[in-house]
């Protein structure tokens, strides 16, 4: 699985949104990228994934630039409950018994 | 729908003393992974399992085992408990989903058992 770059911390004042990046130069045509949380202690939660096209669900948005090569997880609108540490993990699609290979993620911390 | 559970909740045990951690999948999933995540760090994968067979394993010694059942659960040992052991162990379970192109398998995790070894 391609390896991934992602800042270690990042703040945002609650109700603003938060522009998660991402890095990750080396994925291949076949991986997906996802983006997962966790909150302290907790096991983490998927947010959404995507292999080409932006996408957006009711958590957060997803958007790939046009070359794959780097990310961006949007929540638009943070809260104190999303502060939390998130991965962005490329992995192949589905057909092989694929892991998730976790970095040290971002920690974001949202503030009133 | 309940999610992906675990138990127990919390585990200590000794230097040498053998675990067993229990995983029970999210409805409809056949496929269950373990995680090991130490304190500080993202999680470490240990093992998967589909059909009731080990399909692929991580770096992690033979003292990690495990098993499915044929309902798909699953549990995880540890033998010869070392102090390095003591971590949040992680259960996900994923199953086929059919996209607009390709089927994915999303892996969704349960609440962790902390273990501790003193």
């Known amino acids: 699985d391609a390896k991934t770059t992602q800042p270690t911390s990042m703040d945002c004042a609650e109700g603003r949104a938060a522009n998660l990046p991402c890095n990750h130069s080396?994925?291949?045509?076949?991986?997906?990228v996802y983006w997962y949380r966790q909150i302290h202690s907790q096991g983490p939660q998927y947010i959404i994934h995507g292999l080409k096209n932006n996408e957006t669900n009711e958590m957060a948005s997803l958007i790939i630039t046009e070359d794959r090569k780097s990310s961006t997880l949007i929540l638009p609108h943070a809260t104190l409950r999303d502060t939390a540490v998130y991965y962005c993990i490329v992995r192949v699609a589905a057909g092989t018994a694929s892991k998730l290979t976790f970095g040290t993620g971002t920690r974001l911390q949202v503030t009133l | 729908d309940a999610g992906v559970t675990q138990s127990p909740t919390h585990l200590i045990k000794t230097r040498g003393q053998q675990v067993t951690l229990r995983c029970s999948p999210k409805s409809g999933h056949d496929t269950v992974s373990w995680y090991q995540q130490a304190l500080g760090q993202g999680p470490q994968f240990i093992f998967q399992?589909?059909?009731?067979?080990?399909?692929q394993r991580g770096n992690f010694p033979d003292r990690f085992s495990g098993h499915q059942f044929p309902n798909y659960s699953s549990e995880l040992n540890v033998n010869a408990l070392l102090l390095g052991d003591s971590a949040l162990y992680l259960c996900?379970?994923?199953?086929?989903?059919?996209?607009?192109?390709?089927?994915?398998?999303?892996?969704?995790f349960g609440p962790g058992t902390r273990l501790t070894v003193l």
């Open positions: 996900a379970s994923s199953g086929w989903t059919s996209g607009a192109l390709v089927a994915t398998d999303t892996q969704y």
């Open positions: 080396t994925i291949s045509g076949n991986e997906y």
């Open positions: 399992y589909y059909e009731e067979e080990e399909r």
